[in-house]
């Protein structure tokens, strides 16, 4: 498993991890625990292409991803959730902990332009029981993201 916290130092990221005390497994349970609307929860949806590339979609917690758009932004045919071994693999996180940034190699990262209205977000930290707090321009910075509108 990968150190996020290592990569946030590695990399001079401006975020925070926050600990809390109990795992949150949702976008709906992490709002709630920090008193935010679902919308400030950021979800990191690891998905993979008909090319059989694996990228990440960032959205707002009360967002659904739009497949078609999502294709569409990253030029193929088809995307889909990636499995949880090859989201793993590739993202070197646990499903319910994925982060929006910080994996072993480089993926293209997605940033669906709804993100853009929260001043500062929180995503996963690498594992159930962290949140990464971060602006949304810190992390298009940090990813070479591409922002598009992905969400229904």
């Avoid at 998905?47 to 990440?56: A, I, S, Y």
């Avoid at 707090?133 to 229904?152: A, H, M």
Wanted: include cysteine.
């Amino acid at each position: 498993m990968v150190d996020l916290r290592d990569f946030l130092a590695r990399e001079g990221v401006d975020a925070q991890l926050i600990e809390l005390q109990v795992p949150m497994k949702t976008a709906d349970a992490a709002a709630q625990q920090l008193g935010i609307p679902v919308g400030g929860i950021f979800k990191s949806l690891v998905l993979r292409t008909d090319t059989g590339e694996v990228l990440v979609a960032v959205l707002p917690g009360d967002k659904r991803v739009d497949f078609k758009a999502v294709a569409r932004v990253a030029g193929c045919a088809k995307v889909a959730f990636a499995s949880e071994d090859l989201a793993f693999q590739e993202t070197g996180y646990p499903p319910g902990g994925t982060p929006p940034l910080g994996y072993p190699k480089p993926l293209r990262v997605i940033l669906d332009e709804a993100v853009l209205q929260y001043p500062e977000g929180y995503g996963g930290g690498g594992r159930p029981e962290l949140l990464l707090r971060i602006r949304p321009q810190e992390l298009l910075r940090v990813t070479k993201g591409t922002l598009g509108c992905v969400s229904r």
